[in-house]
């Protein structure tokens, strides 16, 4: 049975509705990360789970108990947010323990969550302190920790991460996947960050203007986006696009003419049967779907940025009919920029059809 569970919710700002009927469910001790672009609802959303935003229709079930309309601390759901939300007259102690002291919880019981959360979040040495003696990953250890101790069924997280610099969003991310593996409560996510929403993620609920385009694993969206929203959204770097006609179909296989190409491609799978000769396709290639082939090459595109990444080096580049084309390539000699590249595909393209839904088959 699902343990949070979201039925055609709703939400509507004076005449705009910014929620446009959302549905899914989340088992027991999944972590599911919320993505899209600025806007789409995502922080809504969450703020709809915890109460702190009124539903305006359908169904928020928590541990099936339906608590559309229930208060914020009915839920036993905990948020922690962006901006920590710690009193700074407090030691990092009193902090954590607040809630509980409030709710005249026993001393020992207090100190003896605060102690274990302390010891999952390895901030021990800092409980005598205030915030801002902190860093602020120290602080959102102790945004975190003041979640623990309430034990909630839920944890809801608000772009938590985003205030801290590169290497202490890494440290963090990981220690968020420690803590999801020790505690194993359920995790609701937002997030901006695709490594923060591919990493950390069992599940992902991609948003778009207040309807969900998409709920799948990490690798499903990557490797079998539903359409060319998902497509170019999930992945970093982007997937490219290419346009495409189809020329004629036989049997399993399609030619496919594209103004990038030299020559149209043969395209195979029992997905092709629904094409029909003239019909509009979009063909989707990941950085590492291409490769540079000067022995037979379907296209040729011209080098404009190259980016070494140590590892391997990305080659932004251009094809004759100006779209845009991301590769991945170990070999960091591979590419001078301004120069023209031959590529073929190492993996078959996907493919999209007129309305933006996929075609291919699904990988894997
Ligand atoms: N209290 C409010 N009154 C009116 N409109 C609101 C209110 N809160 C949010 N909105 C609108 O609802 C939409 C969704 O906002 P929300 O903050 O949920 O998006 P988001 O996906 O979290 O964005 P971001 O990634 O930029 O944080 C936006 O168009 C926003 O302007």
Known sequence: MSFLKIEQVRKRFGAVETIKGVSFEAAKGEFVVFVGPSGCGKSTLLRMISGLEETSDGRILIDGEDLTHADPAERHVAMVFQSYALFPHMSVYDNIAFGMQINKVPKAEIQARVMEAARILQIEPLLARRPKQLSGGQRQRVAIGRAIVRKPKLFLFDEPLSN???????????????????????????????????????????????EVEQVGSPTELYDNPANLFVAGFIGNP????????????????????????AEPQTISGPFVRTLVPGESVTLGLRPEALHIDAGAPVLTAKVEITENLGGSTLIHARTSDGRALTLAT?????????????????????LFGADGKRLSAPIG
Do not use: C
């Open 164 to 210: 801290l610099d590169a290497e202490l969003r890494t440290q963090m991310r990981v220690e968020i996947a420690k803590l999801h593996r020790e505690i194993g409560a359920t995790m609701i996510y937002v997030t901006h960050d695709q490594v923060e929403a591919m990493t950390l993620a069992d599940r992902i609920v991609v948003l778009r203007n207040g």
């Open 238 to 261: 982007r997937m490219s696009f290419l346009d495409g006609v189809v020329e004629s179909v036989s049997g399993g296989a399609a030619r496919i003419a594209s103004p990038a190409f």
């Open 330 to 350: 170990p070999d960091r000699a591979a590419a001078r920029e301004g120069s023209l590249l031959p590529l073929a595909f190492a993996a078959a393209p996907h």
